[in-house]
């Protein structure tokens, strides 16, 4: 399929914020490392984010084939010497790891909304896009299958386990709303293969509202969209700060 110029940039735009959520979820998740409630898990959640890792490294590769750059350095460049302020990784991904039930929760409802969007993107008349959709499309579904026995365990566990579940939620749900905000407003996507943002978000919920209530939590009420990419923190700072500093020592060094 043949696109303009301004579809291209579009693209391009919404390639890297999925990019850019995937990096900092990535970077998140691994904080774990060591650290995760038991062993098996410890090296399952690393696993997890080494894979989330391989998908923004897919969508950069993408994003620079977009922009007729390397898709071998250029993706290294977004990721090391950009400032915080040039990132859209949204806010959701950016918010410190938390606790166990926090983190989990986090991934749950991201590995929900991404096998809403991969499977809509699987079958995008794009076919650099549909590739990529389908490439990780078959690691998410794995994820999903954990997150959501996690979930399950933690929510219909003790007195405590539900009370972490239930505050994480409550923290979480408002930050959703960003997830849906790639950039392109309301204007429709469907030359993509990408759902219109209210028609994406309500599948998203039908998906996750009865699996969370199954698993003894309450949803909130629907998150307003008042939340935007353009709106960045001091937790990505610092973030960015652990990120990027061993390549920002040696700026000419070959990885």
Request: hydrophobic share 45%.
């Amino acid at each position: 399929m043949n696109m303009t110029a301004e579809q291209i940039k579009q693209l391009a735009g919404i390639a890297l914020a999925m990019a850019d959520d995937e990096l900092i979820l990535a970077h998140r998740n691994s904080e774990w490392c060591g650290h995760a409630p038991i062993l098996e898990e410890d090296i399952a959640f690393a696993n997890l984010a080494l894979d989330e890792l391989g998908h923004a490294a897919l969508w950069y590769k993408l994003h620079a084939e977009l922009l007729g750059q390397d898709p071998e350095t250029y993706p290294d460049r977004l990721i090391f010497f950009r400032e915080p302020f040039e990132f859209r990784a949204s806010q959701f991904v950016v918010l410190p790891k938390g606790d166990w039930a926090f983190s989990m929760l986090r991934q749950y409802l991201w590995d929900a909304l991404e096998s809403v969007r991969l499977e809509a993107l699987s079958a995008s008349p794009i076919e650099p896009l549909s590739q990529t959709a389908a490439k990780i499309r078959v690691e998410e579904v794995y994820h999903l299958l954990h997150t959501q026995a996690w979930v399950r365990r933690l929510g219909l566990g003790t007195d405590e386990s539900n009370q972490r579940m239930q505050q994480a939620l409550d923290i979480l749900w408002p930050y959703c709303a960003q997830l849906f905000d790639l950039g392109s407003g309301e204007e429709d996507l469907s030359v993509f293969g990408l759902p219109k943002v209210e028609d994406e978000w309500n599948r998203w919920e039908q998906l996750v509202v009865p699996f969370l209530a199954e698993s003894g939590l309450t949803v909130p009420e629907k998150a307003q969209r008042t939340l935007s990419r353009s709106i960045q923190s001091q937790h990505l700072i610092d973030v960015l700060a652990e990120l990027q500093q061993v390549a920002r020592l040696e700026p000419q060094a070959r990885w």
